[in-house]
């Protein structure tokens, strides 16, 4: 297919609908359309290079064109691209699934493949409802946090919390509980996020355990809600949740598409709770950013539950085109090999102290409300007003507008909202981090002062 720069900018207004984009204005102002990558670098169609300081949303972790990653899919392409993971098998998902086990928390030894993380969140909401069934008991109403996300399924959005997203679908939702989202819940009633305001809201959730007794399972995001703009869960909360679960016998699904391989500084954020969920769901930086793979991680006692003879019908009928795909499977073995050999969680520890030390550099800016930092993952939250508290109106765009300034001086990112989100790939080097710091800093510093 023949084209130029001025047909690519023109077909991609025309014929290409973005994600979470308002296409109205993206036809007017456009976007990035990038060519090609290397390391922490993306350059565009006219050759400009911008640090990719979101991840390439979130998933990026060794970088762009890494030279084993690259070779691992080249290798399996020549041996076969894709084949059924329906009632068969092949070698790259079952060494990966195999090795996945070896990294979770103890407990964690049965994996169900798909390709996305709302995907994988769905698999544990059907498996952990049809868990019930399969063991004769009538359960139907899960119990989830105001402010979660957990992708753009429907099943996944009825669990989800982010009125701006969900909200239009309210009708189409299942029954769910809410709970309120820890952090604001922290922040308006105990001021911080304390051990007091954690055990106030364990309190909440063992009232609706014991009130309720057809509750499949509590659904979260680990350690943090990232996409309702990067706000952190009191320290032990988690672990709240698992004991409180365990005690009404009730499962616990742990979402970790965000925080999965590193970006809290440990492998998965339970580690940091010394938790083991009865489901964890991963995705995003599993195949190191290069292609789409998730998985839902569960314990031997559910997968016994879907054991049966042929005939009785147990077996967990759900499944996709591309489930366990062999190439995204082998790019995700050689992701995790490449963890081991360039030591990535031991050479992050310094870079996230770094960061935080960075970080604290925003609260001198008069258009900053707050900053979050969970390991290697941040927001800063632009305001109005400090004092009064009051956000910019939603439709000035402000985080946007800072992006935009951004992307001119060369960094990368795309804000929630007005949360502005770093979330570097983890083998960014510290000069690269300052780099990043210093045209984020100069952005909001231009916001003019009203
Ligand atoms: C991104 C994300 C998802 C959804 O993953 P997709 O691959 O975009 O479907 C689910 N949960 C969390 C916590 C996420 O950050």
């Not at 669990?159 to 299942?174: A, C, E, M, P």
Request: glycine letters at 10%; one cysteine or more.
């Amino acid at each position: 297919m023949k084209w130029d720069r001025e047909t690519l900018i023109r077909w991609d207004k025309e014929n290409f609908w973005h994600p979470f984009t308002q296409m109205k204005v993206y036809r007017e102002e456009g976007g990035i359309i990038f060519e090609r990558g290397e390391g922490v670098y993306l350059w565009d169609i006219d050759g400009k290079r911008y640090i990719d300081a979101i991840s390439s949303l979130w998933c990026n972790v060794h970088g762009h064109n890494h030279p084993k990653l690259n070779k691992a899919i080249e290798d399996q392409l020549k041996k076969v691209a894709h084949t059924t993971t329906l009632g068969s098998s092949n070698i790259p998902a079952i060494l990966l699934a195999r090795r996945l086990i070896e990294i979770s928390p103890e407990g964690l030894n049965k994996v169900f493949y798909s390709e996305d993380g709302a995907e994988a969140v769905e698999i544990a909401l059907k498996m952990a409802y049809h868990y019930w069934r399969n063991r004769g008991e009538d359960r139907k109403v899960f119990v989830t946090f105001s402010e979660a996300y957990h992708g753009d399924t429907i099943g996944a959005v009825s669990v989800g919390g982010i009125d701006l997203f969900h909200g239009t679908y309210r009708d189409l939702l299942f029954e769910t509980i809410k709970l309120p989202s820890p952090y604001l819940y922290c922040k308006e009633n105990f001021g911080e996020l304390s051990q007091t305001c954690s055990e106030d809201l364990l309190m909440k959730l063992d009232e609706v355990l014991r009130a309720r007794r057809d509750v499949v399972a509590v659904v979260m995001e680990s350690g943090i809600q990232a996409a309702a703009g990067m706000l952190p869960y009191p320290k032990g909360f988690m672990k709240g949740v698992r004991e409180i679960t365990k005690k009404h016998g009730v499962l616990m699904i742990v979402d970790e598409v965000a925080t999965g391989f590193g970006r809290t500084g440990t492998m998965f954020y339970c580690e940091q709770e010394g938790i083991t969920p009865d489901f964890m769901c991963l995705g995003k930086g599993i195949t190191g950013g290069y292609l789409p793979l998730a998985v839902t991680l569960t314990t031997d006692r559910v997968f016994s539950a879907f054991l049966g003879e042929f005939g009785e019908a147990k077996h967990f009928y759900h499944g996709h085109t591309y489930t366990g795909n062999n190439l995204a499977c082998a790019v995700a073995l050689a992701n995790l090999e490449v963890f081991d050999e360039e030591k990535t969680l031991e050479k992050l520890t310094p870079k996230i102290e770094h960061l935080n030390r960075r970080l604290k550099e925003f609260w001198d800016l008069e258009h900053v409300g707050d900053v979050r930092q969970l390991g290697f993952m941040a927001g800063i939250e632009l305001v109005k007003n400090r004092e009064k508290g009051e956000p910019f109106p939603y439709g000035e765009r402000m985080g946007f507008r800072v992006a935009r300034k951004c992307w001119e001086k060369g960094v990368f990112l795309r804000p929630l909202g007005d949360v502005m989100v770093l979330m570097m790939p983890l083998v960014i080097e510290k000069d690269q981090i300052d780099e990043v710091i210093d045209v984020l800093k100069g952005a909001i510093a231009e916001i003019p002062v009203l």
